[in-house]
């Protein structure tokens, strides 16, 4: 686990729409969720879908989401999606071992996923990272979000 209040590592996301975005383009500006999933995983698509659902939310807490896949996602994935999120591959692997450790990958992709929280300078807030499909509900997320807003 990454320590808390602490700033997070590098992160650099091959998005679908062809940019290249780094976690820092957000720094001074957006709070961040970044988010760990497997492609072609139900569960995944579900979470992905419950957080399209709350992305007014995420709007209206000053965040953005990077939706980070160990292989490139398919571009169906992404369309339709608000600014609030942002998909994208980090086929290296390197973002997904400095979040989630090397033993994150496996010989079948993606072993753990996980959802990191950080305020606008980059310091980590909060952390799950769920070795099956446990991730935090929506609500966890935004309320961590809501208490980032309510001390910056």
Same mark, same amino acid.
């Given at each position: 686990?990454?320590?808390? &209040?602490?700033?997070?590592?590098? #992160?650099?996301?091959h998005a679908t729409d062809?940019?290249?975005?780094?976690?820092?383009?957000?720094?001074?500006? &957006?709070?961040? %969720?970044?988010?760990?999933?497997?492609?072609?995983?139900?569960?995944?698509?579900?979470?992905?879908?419950? #957080?399209?659902?709350?992305?007014?939310? #995420?709007?209206? &807490?000053?965040?953005?989401?990077?939706?980070?896949?160990?292989?490139?996602?398919?571009?169906?994935?992404?369309?339709?999606?608000?600014?609030?999120?942002?998909?994208?591959?980090?086929?290296?692997?390197?973002?997904?071992?400095?979040?989630?450790?090397?033993?994150?990958?496996?010989?079948?992709g993606l072993g753990r996923?996980?959802?990191?929280?950080?305020?606008?300078?980059?310091?980590?807030?909060?952390?799950?990272?769920? &070795?099956?499909?446990?991730?935090?509900? %929506?609500?966890?997320?935004?309320?961590?979000?809501?208490?980032?807003?309510?001390?910056?």
């Open positions: 686990m990454l320590p808390v &209040k602490q700033i997070i590592p590098p #992160l650099t996301l062809g940019r290249t975005v780094h976690a820092w383009d957000f720094k001074q500006k &957006k709070n961040l %969720v970044i988010v760990f999933l497997d492609a072609d995983c139900e569960l995944c698509e579900g979470f992905l879908r419950r #957080l399209k659902e709350n992305a007014a939310d #995420l709007h209206t &807490k000053e965040s953005v989401a990077l939706v980070v896949y160990l292989e490139t996602p398919l571009r169906a994935i992404a369309d339709g999606l608000p600014a609030e999120i942002v998909v994208g591959s980090d086929v290296p692997g390197r973002g997904v071992c400095a979040f989630l450790g090397e033993e994150a990958l496996s010989s079948r996923r996980g959802v990191f929280v950080t305020d606008r300078y980059g310091e980590l807030a909060a952390q799950w990272i769920a &070795k099956d499909h446990e991730l935090p509900a %929506v609500g966890e997320i935004l309320a961590c979000l809501s208490h980032l807003e309510s001390i910056c």
